[in-house]
């Protein structure tokens, strides 16, 4: 597989891992679904899956590049999909399709 699409479907999946763990957050479950209840079970369902996402993005960071360079792509990827993620949720709100 070539470099660019191990870093693009490592982008997408630190992305999804990113937005696991801000569904974590109450305050994040609740813009994005309202009064539903989140269970116990769901929160760490949510972390934990979102530390196999990140750790799954390091690993396609690392098949493209050397090591040493593969963590700063990485911790670049992870502010960039950080960011998506924030601004989404904002969006989000702004627009009336999250709830308060």
Do not use: E, N
């Amino acid at each position: 597989m070539s470099d660019a699409v191990l870093l693009v479907a490592g982008f997408a999946v630190a992305t999804l891992g990113m937005a696991f763990l801000a569904l974590s957050i109450t305050a994040h479950w609740r813009q994005a679904f309202g009064d539903r209840p989140q269970r116990r079970v769901a929160r760490i369902g949510l972390r934990a899956g979102g530390a196999v996402l990140l750790a799954a993005a390091f690993a396609a960071c690392a098949a493209a590049d050397p090591v040493s360079m593969a963590v700063l792509v990485w911790t670049m990827m992870l502010t960039a999909a950080a960011l998506l993620v924030v601004f989404s949720f904002t969006l989000a709100a702004r627009r009336g399709r999250s709830r308060p």
